[in-house]
């Protein structure tokens, strides 16, 4: 099983950032793909997932519109492409891997089984 992250760094408030996750050998026959953040004292949210098996995507509220999460199966890489980053956007983003449960593409950590080591994105203002 691999899950790691790459491509944090440092930009501008209203800049772009792509990080990717490459993620593979699963014991699962179907799986989503999430992406979370975690700002220094607070707790870890879900930013999106995607589903490997048709592409659907998910996303939480205060990144639509400005990020897109795709994937790349025949790499096992997933990207999220970040726009007009915000201070607020600056984060640790961790990729995880939850099995597949009917139709759900979830945004519960709890559903998430295997995590990365997480990659730092930093937005100045």
């Known amino acids: 099983v691999q899950v790691a992250e790459y491509g944090g760094g440092l930009v501008q408030a209203g800049g772009s950032l792509t990080i990717s996750c490459a993620a593979s050998g699963f014991p699962y026959d179907d799986y989503a793909i999430g992406w979370f953040r975690q700002a220094p004292g607070k707790q870890r949210e879900a930013v999106s997932c995607i589903s490997r098996s048709d592409g659907d995507t998910k996303y939480a509220d205060s990144v639509k519109g400005r990020f897109t999460i795709s994937s790349d199966n025949a790499q096992d890489t997933v990207y999220l492409q970040m726009n007009n980053l915000r201070p607020e956007d600056a984060a640790v983003y961790y990729c995880?891997?939850?099995?597949?449960?009917?139709?759900?593409?979830?945004?519960?950590?709890?559903?998430?089984?295997?995590w990365g080591q997480g990659t730092e994105v930093t937005v100045s203002s």
């Open positions: 995880a891997v939850a099995r597949a449960e009917g139709d759900e593409l979830p945004l519960r950590i709890a559903r998430y089984d295997y």
